[in-house]
């Protein structure tokens, strides 16, 4: 069975005004995230290996401060 699939690329491009709202819904708990793990940049490349074992539910977040 053939099914006919749409697809669409965007870019978004996102202002300081915007990305202060969004801050701010996530504050005030509207938006709620899932971090699936944390790592400083010094271990990146455990990071990557985790992104492309294709199982992880979440975002892998870089700490670079």
């Avoid at 492309?52 to 401060?65: F, M, N, P």
Wanted: avoid cysteine.
């Amino acid at each position: 069975k053939h099914r006919k699939i749409k697809y669409a690329h965007f870019m978004a491009q996102f202002t300081t005004k915007l990305l202060e709202e969004i801050g701010g819904l996530l504050d005030a708990g509207a938006l709620k995230t899932h971090i699936a793990a944390t790592y400083p940049l010094a271990d990146v490349q455990k990071a990557l290996e985790q992104s492309q074992t294709g199982r992880t539910r979440g975002k892998i977040v870089l700490q670079i401060i």
